[in-house]
């Protein structure tokens, strides 16, 4: 696709430097280019009603609202475009920055070291391909509240287990519960379908006590078979902030017949955490009845070290775009081996998601890390089956 068509806005704090790049992309045939000074400038072009913009070039270091911060608005906007990061910082920092805007679901074309020179800037521009219709995908699937109302009360909701296992000696050690719909025209519908409109619409604990009760319940089950394996369930953020939900978790786990530490509730840090004393009194709370706490997703959040040391966790669970680019690139793979070791000093137990691959598998378990999850293993299965997938599973040799 060729540059005339596109638009293109450039952050750059530094006068001289952000007209050098307009001169340059006018010189490559660009028509459409706007200019911001900071992060906050950039923003109000990329959200406001204007010409959607295709190509972002933006600067990491800019005062105010920073290039990463930039990034993670226009990662949350969930809009198809691509980037360009332009930075006169240390590349294993850059690399960083880079996987963090990729964990952010943003086309990442590259990124270019000071000074930008036209050749390396064509070179990524050449990059560019328009976003596939699929690239919009999760705000444009969301189904509707009253829809998703209808289905809470057709039971139409259920968890699926993916299982998890120890990459030192390939024993099944537990199985995450995840959320799916059994709709009656559409289908089997996965999380992003229904999960951010049940947080907006006040429903998410309704489905959080189907996933928990059932969980406990299928737990209790392994246990009584010999199967010594732990469930994890997701906690939404928004859970969080009802002072009364450690306890209500507590009685309805009890009430199934599991002990708390056969269950590990699993945390997507986030920076939208609104209430912070509420959520930590009830992982506190949690942690002390005897719960697993996980840290999700962990690498795409934005004070990752800081919830670290607030929150009393007991397991660090790898984000999979990590694990994705580790096998790929020396600057990843370091980032990795220093969160798990990371892990490690603070004893807590690592666990990788989106394990795909025998080169991922060899890599964590080189790495020393302790559990894997992802389709390589195993995808996510109906409850019933897990026990016979468990029966049937042999490690890889
Ligand atoms: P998550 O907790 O990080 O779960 C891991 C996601 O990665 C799951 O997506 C899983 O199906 C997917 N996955 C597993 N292995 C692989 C792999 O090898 N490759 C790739 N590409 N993906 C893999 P899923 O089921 O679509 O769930 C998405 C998210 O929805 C979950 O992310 C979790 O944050 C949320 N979620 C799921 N169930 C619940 C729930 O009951 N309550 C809440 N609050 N959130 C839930
Ligand atoms: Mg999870
Ligand atoms: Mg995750």
Same mark, same amino acid.
């Given at each position: 696709m060729g540059i005339e068509t596109l638009h293109v806005l450039?952050?750059?704090?530094?006068?001289?430097?952000?007209?050098?790049?307009?001169?340059?992309?006018?010189?490559?045939?660009?028509?459409?280019?706007?200019?911001?000074?900071?992060?906050?400038?950039?923003?109000?072009?990329?959200?406001?009603?204007?010409?959607?913009?295709?190509?972002?070039?933006s600067d990491l270091e800019m005062p105010g609202m920073d290039g990463m911060e930039f990034m993670r608005h226009v990662g949350e906007a969930n809009r198809a475009v691509s980037v360009i990061l332009s930075s006169a910082l240390d590349p294993a920092l850059v690399s960083s920055v880079e996987a963090m805007t990729r964990a952010y679901g943003i086309t990442l074309?590259?990124?270019?070291?000071?000074?930008?020179?036209?050749?390396?800037?064509?070179? #990524?521009? !050449?990059? +560019? *391909?328009?976003?596939? &219709?699929?690239?919009?995908?999760?705000?444009?699937?969301?189904?509707?509240?009253e829809e998703i109302r209808r289905g809470l009360a057709a039971r139409e909701f259920e968890p699926f287990f993916q299982p998890k296992v120890s990459l030192v000696d390939g024993s099944v050690t537990g199985a995450e519960a995840l959320a799916r719909w059994r709709h009656p025209e559409k289908? #089997?519908? !996965?999380? +992003? *379908?229904?999960?951010? &409109?049940?947080?907006?619409?006040?429903?998410?604990?309704?489905?959080t006590w189907i996933v928990l009760e059932k969980s406990a319940a299928l737990g209790r089950d392994w246990l009584a078979r010999g199967l010594q394996a732990t469930v994890s369930v997701n906690l939404s953020l928004k859970s969080l902030t009802d002072p009364g939900?450690?306890?209500?978790?507590?009685?309805?786990? !009890?009430?199934?017949?599991?002990?708390?530490?056969?269950?590990?509730?699993?945390?997507?840090e986030t920076a939208a955490m609104t209430d912070v004393a509420k959520a930590l009194e009830n992982l506190t709370r949690l942690r002390m009845k005897g719960f697993g706490l996980s840290i999700d997703d962990?690498?795409?959040?934005?004070?990752?070290?800081?919830?670290?040391?607030?929150?009393?966790?007991?397991?660090?669970?790898?984000?999979?775009?990590?694990?994705?680019?580790?096998?790929?690139k020396e600057s990843s793979k370091v980032i990795l081996a220093s969160s798990l070791d990371m892990a490690k000093k603070l004893k807590l137990k690592a666990v990788a998601e989106g394990v795909e691959t025998r080169a991922h598998w060899n890599l964590l378990q080189e790495l020393g890390c302790d559990v894997a999850q992802g389709y390589f293993i195993a995808k996510p299965m109906e409850a019933g089956a897990f026990q016979a997938w468990a029966l049937e599973w042999r490690p890889p040799e």
């Open positions: 450039v952050a750059e704090d530094h006068d001289f430097q952000r007209r050098t790049l307009v001169r340059m992309l006018a010189g490559m045939g660009a028509k459409k280019v706007s200019e911001a000074v900071d992060g906050k400038a950039a923003l109000d072009v990329f959200a406001g009603g204007g010409t959607p913009v295709d190509i972002i070039i074309l590259g990124a270019i070291e000071k000074p930008v020179t036209q050749e390396k800037l064509s070179h #990524l521009i !050449a990059k +560019y *391909a328009p976003p596939q &219709p699929k690239a919009a995908r999760p705000a444009a699937a969301a189904m509707p509240i289908g #089997l519908l !996965a999380p +992003y *379908a229904f999960i951010g &409109p049940m947080e907006e619409g006040g429903l998410i604990d309704e489905l939900l450690a306890e209500r978790i507590s009685a309805r786990v !009890a009430a199934q017949g599991l002990a708390p530490k056969h269950m590990v509730l699993e945390i997507t962990y690498g795409t959040g934005y004070s990752s070290m800081q919830q670290l040391s607030r929150v009393p966790f007991s397991e660090l669970k790898i984000d999979q775009s990590f694990v994705f680019s580790a096998t790929e």
